[in-house]
């Protein structure tokens, strides 16, 4: 793989996932996965953020009328977001 000529490598010659990510990332984004992770399996998760990180985003976006837009924006219940923020909340509480 080193001396081959990366402009060389079109992405209907690579074998199918690496086909996949070449067409979104490019061929030498793919050579890099090849090269790091090749011979393993990779689930990725449904969610692309931390829990720690998306309750800090929507503590901050919560404008007191937003838990449906909020639910949408990051993909989870409005049940889910309700309880992040009221779990929130009691923190704050228990804090002061």
């Known amino acids: 793989m ?9 992405c209907e010659y690579l074998n199918g996932a690496y086909n996949e990510l ?3 990332l490019g061929i030498e984004a793919v050579l890099k996965i090849h090269a ?3 011979g393993q399996q990779i689930t990725f998760p449904v969610q692309l953020f931390s829990k720690d ?16 837009q909020l639910a949408t ?3 989870y ?9 009221k779990s929130s909340l009691e923190d704050e509480k228990c804090g002061q």
Do not use: C, H, P, T
């Open 53 to 68: 990180f998306l309750r800090k985003q929507i503590v901050e976006e919560y404008n007191g009328s937003n838990i449906k």
């Open 36 to 38: 790091a992770y090749r």
């Open 2 to 10: 080193q001396n081959m000529d990366v402009s060389s490598i079109k």
């Open 22 to 24: 070449a067409n979104l």
């Open 77 to 85: 219940s409005e049940k889910w977001i309700r309880k992040i923020l």
């Open 73 to 75: 924006k990051y993909g």
